[in-house]
């Protein structure tokens, strides 16, 4: 029978110094974490520069991934953090208002589908990080609490008064789409 | 932000933040007796439902990574590797342009390169019955990953991991009924791909782009042939 070889087998042939076998990992794992990076960052030049930071960084920590956590986890928590340095790089010089400008049309009802999309990224850029990561990850992502919880190195219960925050502050920001 | 004050409580008691948390994660009311005749949790409630229909639409969306994504990862790599005075051999990480099929097992893994199942294909729509040729027309749009350079031209395979998408494009004889024969070519490309590889095709796209021995067509081609004054 065939058998698909799993990320850890991939993983565990990497770590004995296979490239090819990174390789493959970084194949099947790009999309995903480029994704994240630019769903919590919101710049595609600064997401890529993100992923292409965060896969570095897996590539580095290799010998020291023991199989603890599943490997797409451990990707997401690379790369989570990688972004929420940025994040904090960027505080306080670089506004995000000034970034993501606001839509000129004004807060009437929203007609097209399009701007309401727009509306809920920005929405979401304007979380706090502490926010904006779990609701991410949750919401557009689709990961478990637990899984949150692990990536984060947070509670669980944690977890669930972040994303209900950031929830609520989500529904206010787009309560001029309605 | 205005309106946060308003968000805590609706004018019947109900937390809004509990209504958002069902929406949100899809369960079921905490006093559904209440809510199915409140008009201020009804209507809230289809206001929650428009926002988190737009949060599972950007959910959804598909998003494409740069294709210099890997390569640049590699090109760090590689530096890191120098720096730490290693010596690498530069097609080590480089990533390849050839794709592989992987095929684990407890002994080792199994690869195989997309050219040769790029190949397997062309042979398999070659010798159906009806098929004249492969086109050599280029194939508008390469799949993502796919060689080109080892691949026979008509042919393009998409691999990951251990399933593959196929696209043949075909010259036809004249005459053959073309729907009956799409499907004969992916029933043999299906079985032969997975008789030598082992791999499982997910699709097999046929594409029709010219017939072989059209009689209609003798005519015109010899008017076009006709050497320059005669009448």
């Known amino acids: 029978m065939v058998v698909e070889t799993d990320d850890i087998q991939l993983v565990r042939a990497a770590q004995t110094g296979d490239l090819w076998a990174f390789e493959e990992l970084v194949r099947r794992h790009e999309t995903r974490v480029y994704r994240v990076a630019l769903r919590l960052l919101g710049s595609p030049d600064e997401a890529e520069d993100a992923a292409q930071e965060a896969f570095v960084q897996v590539w580095q920590a290799l010998p020291a991934f023991r199989g603890e956590s599943s490997v797409s986890t451990w990707l997401y928590r690379i790369v989570t953090n990688r972004c929420l340095s940025l994040m904090e790089a960027r505080r306080g010089y670089e506004p995000l208002s000034e970034r993501y400008e606001a839509p000129t049309a004004g807060p009437q009802r929203a007609t097209e589908t399009h701007d309401a999309l727009a509306a809920l990224k920005k929405a979401v850029l304007h979380l706090t990080p502490e926010q904006r990561v779990p609701l991410v990850l949750r919401e557009l992502e689709g990961r478990s609490y637990d899984e949150i919880a692990e990536i984060l190195e947070i509670s669980v219960p944690a977890v669930k008064g972040r994303l209900h925050r950031a929830r609520l502050e989500v529904v206010v920001a787009m309560r001029q789409w309605l | ?231």
Request: contains cysteine; glycine residues 8%; proline residues 8%.
């Open chain 2, 1 to 231: 932000m205005t309106g946060r004050e308003d968000l805590s409580r609706l004018p019947c008691g109900t937390n809004i933040a509990n209504l958002v948390d069902q929406i949100a994660e899809g369960v079921a009311s905490a006093d559904p007796a209440h809510q199915a005749d409140c008009p201020d949790c009804q209507a809230t409630l289809r206001e929650l439902e428009h926002v988190w229909g737009t949060v599972r639409t950007v959910a959804r969306e598909e998003i494409v990574p740069p294709r210099r994504l890997i390569e640049s990862v590699f090109r760090r790599i590689r530096q890191e590797l120098r720096a730490l005075g290693q010596l690498v051999p530069l097609e080590a990480v480089i990533p390849r342009l050839v794709r592989h099929a992987l095929l684990g097992g407890p002994r080792g893994a199994t690869r195989i390169a997309d050219s040769v199942v790029a190949r397997i294909v062309a042979k398999a729509a070659r010798d159906t019955p009806g098929v004249h040729a492969l086109s050599v027309r280029e194939l508008a749009a390469p799949k993502a990953g796919a060689p080109g350079r080892l691949a026979p031209r008509g042919v393009a395979v998409d691999i990951s991991g251990h399933s593959v998408s196929v696209e043949v494009r075909l010259v036809v004889a004249y005459g053959t009924s073309i729907p009956a024969l799409a499907a004969e070519v992916r029933r043999r490309v299906i079985r032969r791909v997975e008789v030598l590889t082992g791999l499982e095709t997910t699709d097999v796209q046929v594409a029709v782009d010219d017939v072989f021995g059209d009689p209609d067509s003798l005519p015109h081609r010899i008017v076009l042939r006709r050497p320059p004054g005669r009448p």
